[in-house]
């Protein structure tokens, strides 16, 4: 079975600065694909970034980028130059390759940008 | 990017009544659709997958009785609670990939809007 483990519940970050999101998973599959999902106050669904497992390099997206150490297990949201738009929770979620392709999520972190 | 609506986005009813919630895939077609349910401050946890044209998969430890789920076309799939209680009251979120990309690696899933449950 699949888990995935968000360790931060709340962050805080000033405006213009930079933070990071913790993510660890578990899983006995060689491929799969991992993400990280915004969900803002309007509980929409947004997704920030996706990384496929199977990729040594690190995906980006404008101010967003992750840390994936597959060894370790890790996969880490990194963003940079904070805005206030980026007050949300954020979820890191796991895709098998094999199965349903369901999402697994984990417990979320609450991000607040400070002005 | 793939637009999925959700409706209604919110609705309150009467412990004991059924409610229906409807995802409709808007502009591409959806094989497999999945519901979520998230309570207050808590993650997005599976309910069950839905199958197009076949029964739905559910999660263990969710009644199929209870949350009534069909898949009736390749764009929309509706959930049903039956017989609700004050404890079904919940976030219900639903999402949908294109199946034109399935199998291809884009594997971006597009989630409605969530429906807020209510039972009083």
């Known amino acids: 079975a699949q888990t995935v483990t968000q360790s931060q519940p709340e962050m805080s970050v000033q405006e213009a600065e930079t933070v990071t999101l913790s993510c660890t998973y578990d899983t006995s599959e060689s491929n799969y694909y991992l993400f990280w999902y915004k969900q803002p106050p309007s509980r929409q669904m947004i997704l920030v970034i996706r990384?496929?497992?199977?990729?040594?390099q690190n995906a980006t997206e404008n101010r967003f980028s992750v840390n994936f150490q597959k060894a370790a297990k890790s996969f880490s949201l990194k963003i940079s130059d904070s805005q206030l738009g980026d007050t949300a929770m954020y979820f890191c979620a796991f895709m098998g390759e094999t199965g349903a392709n369901n999402l697994f999520f984990g417990t979320g972190t609450r991000l607040t940008v400070i002005p | 990017g793939a637009v999925v609506s959700q409706h209604p986005s919110w609705v309150i009813c009467k412990s004991g009544t059924s409610v229906k919630i409807e995802c409709r895939s808007l502009d591409f077609q959806a094989t497999t659709m999945f519901w979520y349910r998230q309570f207050p401050k808590q993650s997005l946890m599976l309910m069950a997958t839905?199958?197009?044209?076949?029964?739905?998969?559910?999660e263990q430890g969710v009644e199929k009785d209870k949350f009534l789920i069909n898949h009736a076309s390749l764009t929309l799939s509706t959930l049903t609670v039956t017989s609700a209680h004050p404890e079904d009251s919940s976030f219900y979120i639903c999402?949908?990939?294109?199946?034109?990309?399935?199998?291809?690696?884009?594997?971006?899933?597009?989630f409605g809007q969530g429906t807020r449950l209510t039972v009083v």
């Open positions: 839905s199958n197009e044209g076949s029964k739905a998969t559910y």
């Open positions: 999402s949908a990939r294109d199946r034109r990309k399935e199998g291809s690696g884009n594997t971006e899933a597009f």
């Open positions: 990384q496929e497992a199977y990729k040594q």
